[in-house]
């Protein structure tokens, strides 16, 4: 089941970067249900390693196309977001004091709070990109306005995907000329 995490979770960051046309200093927001990777309902079986497994799959692909990673909290957090406290500063971020744990925050926060050089947990965030691994509703940290993306991955581990990229609004009316590099 891990390997297949990872397979599943590669194929789904590499496919939605190229057709979110994220760019370097973006923000990519995941939530992600470790109990829906596993096959069980979310927030019953929590799975530290199914966690470690899909964070030690997305951090190195994030850094290598420079893309900044938000992770949702779970409920008991009220879906704070776990992330570097540089990229908080730089987007204006007002970090919270709370520490993820597995059964309170989620594994996936957990996994990837353990892993980052310094990080922090903020309450609102508006991100460029996200997914949505498990039925976890990031809508809430997304920039207004969301577009669904369909992709070739349906699924990571047996957690359903769901995928979204933003774009500027439109405005102006029938007469209005738009940027079709920004649709």
Request: charged residues 20%; contains cysteine.
């Amino acid at each position: 089941m891990l390997e297949k995490i990872k397979n599943d979770a590669t194929a789904a960051l590499t496919e939605l970067l190229a057709v979110a046309n994220l760019k370097p200093g973006d923000l990519l927001v995941i939530g992600c249900s470790s109990s829906e990777m596993v096959g069980e309902k979310i927030g019953t079986h929590s799975s530290v390693d199914a966690a470690c497994a899909l964070a030690d799959t997305v951090l190195p692909l994030l850094k290598e196309a420079g893309v900044h990673l938000a992770v949702q909290c779970c409920e008991h957090l009220n879906r704070a977001l776990i992330m570097e406290s540089a990229v908080a500063e730089k987007f204006g971020y007002e970090p919270v004091n709370v520490v993820p744990q597995p059964k309170a925050g989620g594994s996936f926060a957990t996994a990837v709070w353990g892993r980052m050089a310094c990080p922090t947990a903020v309450e609102h965030i508006r991100a460029h990109a996200g997914l949505d691994i498990g039925g976890t509703l990031i809508g809430m940290h997304l920039k207004e306005v969301a577009v669904p993306v369909r992709l070739s991955v349906k699924t990571i581990g047996e957690a359903p995907l769901l995928c979204a990229r933003t774009r500027p609004k439109f405005i102006g009316g029938a007469r209005a000329v738009y940027d079709e590099t920004k649709l």
